[in-house]
């Protein structure tokens, strides 16, 4: 039995706890709050922003993409071409979890990049006006909240006119970004999906978890299945529930084995037919689980015998050259890489579908001095 006289260090750094002051937290907490915006509706905590400011949740990453500069406040996002945008959402994956280390992951190994190529001619620094608003707050506990917090937080950006790059996060995220952009569409949206796995269940265990983005958003009126066109789907992690209702929607599948036989050209130019047909605008979503696991093993659903890096690369220049509406990556789960290969791969990809979207014209400019 404790003497009256022994006094715990965790009674004492409780009752010193009461001493401390708050002030400059509060008022820091404060400051993040006008930073990252209100909070979706279905949030009840309202000091919680809709960008993650300050420390909280921990796993959002304080790296810029490309090193390009950090906006803090999301008032001043108005001039920019270009908004890299985080969503470390992984409450969605059914397997491996830790993706919500994907824009981390990403952010850090892209340092490695000049943003310049020689191949295609393109200094995106020089093109493109560049920013990194952090990544948006998610609700790690709630999928539906986290997608309150992602729709409302894509549809502040896209209503800028900047351009979003989507640093994943689980393939859940999908559904809240269409969510998000559809509206702003005069038109139909068409949706290019690549990916080893359809994702068009409808719930996976009650939830909408990474497995159903597409038959959620092809449920928004103006992106019908009809403009969705899914690149790479096959091996042996198939939810045959997911292609039950491609099939009934009639969603344009291309496996794997089909660019094996037509080749990345051909595909790419069906893959363009199918989503811009009728359409006013495509949407970009790339799961890295789309290339092989020999060179992308740092993801939560790996099906071997996917693409080549070269293969995608050359399929994104092309699916790009007719213009985007914005691009997401996803699935990128550090935890399970190897030398930072999946999480530059990741970056990468979004490289070259910047740069082409560059030269092509349809984003920032593209200017040569003469000779
Ligand atoms: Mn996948």
Excluded at 181 to 203: L, M, Q, S
Aim: aromatic share 8%; net charge negative.
């Amino acid at each position: 039995m404790a003497a009256d006289d022994e006094v715990l260090m965790g009674t004492e750094g409780a009752r010193l706890e009461a001493r401390i002051p708050r002030e400059r937290g509060q008022g820091r907490q404060a400051q993040m709050h006008e930073y990252g915006l209100e909070a979706a509706q279905s949030v009840q905590d309202r000091t919680i922003p809709l960008f993650s400011r300050g420390n909280s949740p921990r796993f959002a990453g304080m790296d810029t993409f490309l090193r390009v500069p950090y906006l803090e406040d999301m008032r001043q996002l108005r001039d920019y071409d270009v908004a890299f945008v985080g969503e470390p959402l992984d409450t969605g994956t059914t397997y491996r979890p830790g993706s919500r280390f994907g824009p981390s992951g990403l952010r850090r190994i892209s340092a490695l990049s000049s943003g310049y190529s020689l191949e295609l001619g393109v200094d995106l620094h020089e093109s493109l006006r560049m920013v990194d608003v952090g990544d948006v707050h998610i609700i790690p506990g709630n999928l539906e909240k986290s997608f309150d917090q992602i729709a409302d937080a894509m549809s502040y950006v896209y209503g800028t006119g900047v351009f979003p790059v989507v640093l994943g996060g689980d393939h859940s995220v999908g559904y809240p970004n269409m969510r998000a952009i559809a509206p702003y569409i005069d038109g139909n949206v068409g949706i290019i999906h690549f990916d080893r796995h359809a994702d068009t269940c409808e719930t996976q265990m009650d939830e909408r978890m990474h497995g159903t983005p597409w038959f959620h958003a092809t449920n928004i009126p103006n992106a019908p299945p009809s403009n969705l066109v899914q690149i790479g789907i096959g091996g042996w992690a198939s939810n045959r529930f997911a292609i039950t209702n491609s099939r009934e929607r009639q969603t344009t599948i291309m496996a794997i084995r089909d660019i094996e036989r037509i080749g990345v050209e051909r595909a790419a130019e069906m893959a363009l037919e199918v989503a811009w047909k009728n359409a006013k605008a495509v949407y970009l979503s790339f799961d890295i689980d789309c290339v092989d696991p020999a060179y992308a093993p740092g993801t939560g659903t790996p099906e071997p015998g996917g693409f080549t890096p070269r293969e995608v690369f050359t399929m994104l220049e092309l699916v790009s050259k007719e213009g985007l509406c914005g691009m997401e990556v996803v699935e990128v789960a550090p935890p399970y890489d190897h030398a930072e290969i999946t999480s530059l791969l990741g970056g990468r990809v979004v490289c070259y579908v910047l740069a082409a979207l560059v030269k092509a014209g349809k984003l920032g400019r593209y200017e040569l001095l003469p000779e």
